[in-house]
Nanobody
Framework: QVQLEESGGGLAQAGGSLRLSCVAS????????VAWFRQARGKEREFVAI????????YYGDSVKGRFTISRDNSKNTAYLQMNSLTPEDTAVYYC????????????????WGRGTQVTVSS
């Protein structure tokens, strides 16, 4: 069973940057799309970004478009989320998931979730 583990979260100041990593173990993810979601306290889980299995297709949620960049390195079995121009509204737990299609952008499309990584942005 392929498992994904998120890392790279932490504390950042508004306007700063963080890069999250999503490392797969127990198998490779080269055939899968990888998506990032986030969940702020008291709010529903929100779609952030998704990348096709070869990295040529990317799609972003409106709230992060132009600030976040999703990428992947299949040789390292890893996906990334580069987050720039952070705002306090980006504070959330960030999760990565894998799936069969780039059309899957709802949390309910995915069954297996990791622990996530906490991102906190101070003003």
């Amino acid at each position: 069973q392929v498992q994904l583990e998120e890392s790279g979260g932490g504390l950042a100041q508004a306007g700063g940057s963080l890069r999250l990593s999503c490392v797969a173990s127990g198998g490779n993810i080269r055939s899968d799309v990888v998506a990032w979601f986030r969940q702020a306290r008291g709010k529903e889980r929100e779609f952030v970004a998704i990348i096709g299995n070869r990295g040529g297709y990317t799609y972003y949620g409106d709230s992060v478009k132009g600030r976040f960049t999703i990428s992947r390195d299949n040789s390292k079995n890893t996906a990334y989320l580069q987050m720039n121009s952070l705002t306090p509204e980006d504070t959330a737990v960030y999760y990565c998931v894998r799936g069969p299609s780039p059309a899957l952008t709802r949390p309910s499309d995915y069954r297996h979730w990791g622990r996530g990584t906490q991102v906190t942005v101070s003003s």
